[in-house]
């Protein structure tokens, strides 16, 4: 039953210095494709996704599927709630078995992030859960409404860290969810004061449009969770627009088929990179 926490991945991705895939799904091809591109690399995954899909996706169908696939396959993996927006939802997370929760309080006042993240650090605990949180603003929109991008600043990292004893912090260095209109220029500087501060693995958000280069780069200043969501939707639209443009009539058993095999492919891309050998 290789249903792990993230922390354990996390902490293994560490020591093997590479990074770990934080792949977000919406739906069964998206899923199983995942977990098949996964077990074909023998690397461990994460799967997420984000309360704000919940009204495409609904969650009492997601969250089974997605612990059964993850209690299923060959590969550890964690299965994690990405930018949960309330403590309601987060409790619901874990009692699915999510392994590892985020709520995002990041557009709050600062001693509002660190008194809700403390709340779900001490919720997480009784379920033996890893805690993700983020500090500063990562561009774009995947919870609460379009931002724009508001750099993480490294006293109040560390400060942040320690005030609430979180796992995992995700960090705003110029990265942006959805698609970059162009290539963003990360601070990697701003990255590396953080990453020589904090004991803790930090998190990439954003990972659509990211150059190998940069996630290399990313890896290399403590960085162990990239997230992957837009490329991970892409990949599923394209592989089965691919297929309907080209027959006059499509068969919903193809159809099905193609949608996980772009997610296989798309999967199997990032987490070549990832692994950083
Ligand atoms: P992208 O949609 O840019 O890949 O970002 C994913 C993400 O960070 C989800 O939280």
Redesign the pocket.
């Known amino acids: 039953m290789p249903l792990v926490s993230m922390k354990q991945l996390l902490d293994l991705a560490e020591r093997e210095d590479r990074a770990v895939g934080?792949f977000?799904v919406g739906n069964m091809e998206m899923v199983y494709g995942a977990v098949e591109a996964a077990e074909s690399m023998d690397t461990p995954i994460i799967l997420?996704i984000?309360e704000k899909r919940l009204s495409c996706s609904p969650f009492a169908l997601m969250a089974p599927m997605m612990i059964s696939a993850a209690k299923h396959s060959k590969v550890d993996i964690a299965v994690h709630l990405?930018?949960g927006i309330t403590l309601p939802m987060v409790r619901e997370a874990l009692n699915y078995g999510f392994t590892s929760v985020m709520l995002d309080a990041s557009l709050r006042p600062f001693e509002e992030n660190v008194a809700m993240t403390k709340q779900v650090v001490a919720l997480a605990k009784e379920f033996g859960a890893t805690v993700e949180a983020e500090l500063g603003v990562?561009g774009?929109n995947?919870g609460n409404g379009d931002h724009r991008s508001l750099c993480t600043e490294p006293d109040d990292a560390e400060r942040f860290a320690a005030e609430t004893g979180i796992d995992a912090l995700a960090v705003a260095i110029g990265?942006?969810?959805?698609?970059y209109p162009a290539l963003p220029a990360l601070r990697f500087d701003v990255l590396e004061e953080i990453n020589s501060r904090l004991s803790i693995p930090l998190v990439?958000?954003?990972?659509?449009?990211i150059t190998p280069e940069m996630f290399r780069k990313a890896i290399h200043r403590g960085v162990r969770k990239i997230?992957?969501?837009?490329?991970?939707?892409d990949a599923l639209a394209a592989a089965a627009k691919e297929y309907c443009s080209g027959v006059s009539e499509a068969d919903y058993f193809i159809l099905t088929k193609q949608m996980r095999g772009g997610i296989y492919e798309n999967v199997r891309y990032y987490i070549s990179i990832f692994n950083n050998r």
Do not use: C
């Not at 990439?204 to 449009?209: A, M, N, Q, S, V």
């Open positions: 934080a977000s997420q984000a990405d930018h990562v774009g995947e990265n942006a969810h959805g698609h990439l958000h954003g990972g659509t449009g997230n992957i969501a837009t490329a991970n939707f």
